[in-house]
């Protein structure tokens, strides 16, 4: 069945450093890909999302890349700030579709 | 400011009892989502409401898991009879149309004793 696999599954950063969390799914067919932060005690919300007809996309200091045919894509944190700690889960699925499939979710610690 | 809620924030009950969490999604969106998160399983995707209607309820242990939608504000998920390995967390997230982004809610966060 589909699947989305992500690492690393833990990653620890220095202030100031860039963060890089890879993500690989299994259904060809999948041509949305977002990005969501989970604070603790918090849902997951929605940082950044990319779709399939583009391959790169930026936002301040985050963006995600996209290699449709590798199956890859990733997210890559610049500039990291305490604040950034969290848990970032990656996700794939079909505009105008239904069924997102989550990674099992990177937890990102940024040391002051 | 736009937000999904969700009620209670928190529930302990013993194992047995009936459990019912609600939420309201974003004024105008058309999907509804219900996800269950543990450290084990990750974001479970439980079932899924497209304009009111049940569409894929697949994740969802039939015999005792049940969701529905009586309107455009309410969503709801109960357990009956709940179980000690029902303790999660329960999200419910809203959207403008399928397969594009989710807004989720705070969670319910619930424990069966």
């Known amino acids: 069945g589909e699947n989305v696999e992500q690492h690393p599954s833990t990653l620890s950063v220095q202030e100031g450093d860039s963060a890089v969390i890879k993500c690989t799914y299994s259904d060809s067919a999948s041509n949305y890909f977002p990005w969501y932060k989970q604070e603790l005690g918090k849902g997951p919300q929605l940082i950044i999302d990319?779709?399939?007809?583009?391959g790169e996309k930026k936002d301040q200091r985050i963006a995600v890349t996209l290699n449709k045919t590798a199956k890859h894509f990733s997210l890559h944190i610049t500039e990291t700030q305490p604040e950034d700690s969290a848990v970032y889960f990656c996700a794939a699925s079909m505009v105008g579709g239904f069924k997102t499939i989550f990674g099992a979710g990177t937890r990102l610690f940024v040391k002051a | 400011d736009a937000r999904v809620t969700q009620t209670p924030r928190h529930k302990v009950t013993e194992m047995g009892q009936e459990v019912t969490m609600r939420c309201q999604p974003i004024?105008?969106?058309?999907?509804v989502f219900w996800y269950r998160q543990t450290m084990m399983q990750g974001l479970e995707l439980l079932a899924y409401?497209?304009?009111?209607?049940?569409?894929?309820d697949s994740g969802m242990p039939k015999d005792r898991f049940s969701a529905e939608m009586p309107d455009a504000t309410l969503a709801t998920l109960k357990i009956q009879p709940s179980e000690p390995r029902d303790s999660a967390v329960y999200f419910c997230a809203s959207g403008p149309e399928a397969g594009n982004e989710q807004f989720f809610g705070p969670g319910t966060r619930l424990t069966v004793l």
């Open positions: 409401f497209r304009n009111r209607a049940p569409l894929d």
């Open positions: 990319i779709r399939s007809n583009v």
């Open positions: 004024l105008g969106h058309n999907t």
